[in-house]
């Protein structure tokens, strides 16, 4: 079944306790990306990969790293939580062979609070 | 910069009813735009996608409509159901790809029994 998965679907951490958001597509997309929704804010990009080795800052990229060291994992990395990362988060993916055209495939969602 | 407005902000209707969901964009050149469903707790799913020379596109009770002209598009259910709960968002894509994805907020809409 095609898909991607996110994990763990909740976290609870304490401020400045490392983690990380694994993302895992078998879809073969070049195209992948990290998004953070707030209520009354809707979808917010973090940081894209157009392929592997290449990532980019999305709108609100701010404490936040990402890498992609192969085609079908994109982890989201947070290494020094703040509140303010409290935040429902959603990993994407999409082929690059119609890029203008191209369906966004979008994981499960990820809800994480930071104490 | 890069805009798209979308309303109602929410909207409750009646189980059976109709209603429509607009979306106003300002992205230009204009590549296409989707209309995704997103179920709480869920991930967003596309439910149809329009491009600069169509009109009209069905899926099952779900009606899209693109204007590329005056920059709006509208979604219409008919004879919602209960299971059309969700949050609809609009994604308008620019010319260059990816790099140009611009989202709306969404519409909430609740369909009560």
């Known amino acids: 079944e095609a898909q991607v998965t996110q994990n763990p679907r909740y976290l609870i951490t304490v401020t400045g306790k490392k983690l990380t958001v694994t993302c895992s597509q078998n879809m073969n997309h070049e195209y992948m990306s990290w998004y953070r929704q707030d209520p009354g804010l809707g979808l917010r990009q973090i940081y894209y990969s157009m392929n592997v080795e290449v990532t980019d800052k999305g709108d609100v990229p701010e404490g936040y790293k990402v890498s992609r060291k192969e085609k079908r994992n994109f982890p989201l990395i947070l290494e020094s939580p703040s509140p303010n990362q409290t935040s429902l988060y959603f990993c994407?993916?999409?082929?690059?062979?119609?890029?203008?055209?191209?369906?966004?495939?979008f994981g499960e969602g990820s809800r994480l609070t930071v104490l | 910069k890069n805009q798209v407005e979308q309303s109602p902000q929410s909207l409750i209707i009646l189980e059976g009813k109709n209603c429509t969901l607009q979306?106003?964009?300002?992205?230009?050149?204009?590549?296409?735009l989707r209309w995704y469903k997103q179920d709480t707790g869920r991930g967003p799913v596309s439910l149809t996608i329009m491009t600069f020379s169509e009109n009209t596109k069905s899926n099952g009770r779900y009606t899209a409509t693109l204007d590329a002209d005056t920059k709006q598009s509208s979604l219409h259910i008919t004879a919602s159901q209960l299971s059309d709960s969700a949050s609809y968002i609009c994604?308008?894509?620019?010319?260059?790809?990816?790099?140009?994805?611009?989202f709306g907020k969404g519409t909430m809409l609740l369909v009560s029994p």
């Open positions: 994604v308008v894509r620019g010319f260059s790809g990816y790099s140009t994805l611009t």
């Open positions: 994407a993916s999409g082929p690059a062979d119609r890029p203008h055209t191209g369906e966004l495939f």
């Open positions: 979306c106003n964009y300002t992205v230009s050149p204009f590549s296409n």
